[in-house]
């Protein structure tokens, strides 16, 4: 079974511009998570998928952060404009229906100069 | 909302020695807690989780235990070994969302 998806791993901006992440998530899972990790601390999160449907976006800071979930498969996760306190690690999961287990990609490492 | 405490935030042990990671969480209607391992620039990865109406469960030299009435649960590692050194995060999750509430993680340190 092939496992969570990101792209692209590593990304190093200026603050000010935007950036985009892509995960496509295991197949058949129906909720997808968007995770922002700062180093030395725990994943938080950002936003929450069931299927198509945005299920919490409660600690997305929507004034410069947005997310899509294509058809219910793929996601992105855009940041415009970035601030170098968005240097963290991006973290998508994915997980079936119901409290299960959610599988993580590898991650994007973003920077922000 | 809910909250998940762990401690302690690190934890340094002898190769072959037992380590304990507890967490504490306010909601009682919290009814899945997984625990997650992190190496150091790698993605977390479940190693065991329990789900509330189980009090304990037992994977090889890891268990973890639930007590629904005083809402902890904690990570037992056994037999410890160097592989094991790594950041440990437990988690919450209830409701219809089952979104994970997660601790502020433990960092295990083996030494040889």
């Known amino acids: 079974e092939a496992g969570v998806a990101q792209s692209p791993r590593y990304k190093i901006i200026e603050k000010r511009q935007s950036v985009a992440f892509w995960c496509n998530p295991i197949?058949?899972?129906?909720?997808l998570y968007w995770y922002q990790q700062i180093l030395g601390q725990g994943p938080k999160l950002l936003i929450q998928?069931?299927?198509?449907?945005?299920?919490?976006d409660s600690q997305l800071p929507k004034d410069r952060f947005s997310a899509e979930r294509l058809k219910g498969v793929d996601s992105t996760l855009k940041i415009q404009p970035a601030k170098l306190e968005d240097s963290a690690v991006y973290l998508c999961?994915?997980?079936?229906?119901?409290?299960?287990?959610?599988?993580f990609g590898p991650g994007t490492r973003l920077t922000v100069l | 909302g809910e909250n998940v405490e762990q401690h302690p935030s690190t934890l340094s042990v002898q190769e072959g020695d037992s380590a304990v990671i507890k967490c504490t969480y306010s909601?009682?209607?919290?009814?899945?807690f997984p625990w997650y391992k992190q190496e150091l620039g790698k993605r977390p990865q479940l190693i065991i989780d329990?789900?509330?109406n189980v009090g304990e469960k037992k994977d090889q030299r890891i268990a973890v235990t639930l007590n629904k009435t005083a809402k902890h649960f904690s990570l037992h590692i056994t037999e410890t070994q160097p592989e094991d050194s790594a950041v440990y995060f437990c988690?919450?999750?209830?409701?219809?969302?089952?979104?994970?509430?997660w601790g502020a993680g433990t960092k295990l340190i083996i030494k040889p």
């Open positions: 998928f069931q299927n198509n449907g945005v299920v919490d």
């Open positions: 999961a994915s997980s079936p229906l119901g409290p299960d287990t959610q599988y």
């Open positions: 197949s058949g899972h129906a909720t």
């Open positions: 988690a919450a999750s209830k409701g219809s969302n089952y979104q994970l509430i």
């Open positions: 329990i789900r509330s």
């Open positions: 909601d009682s209607a919290s009814n899945y």
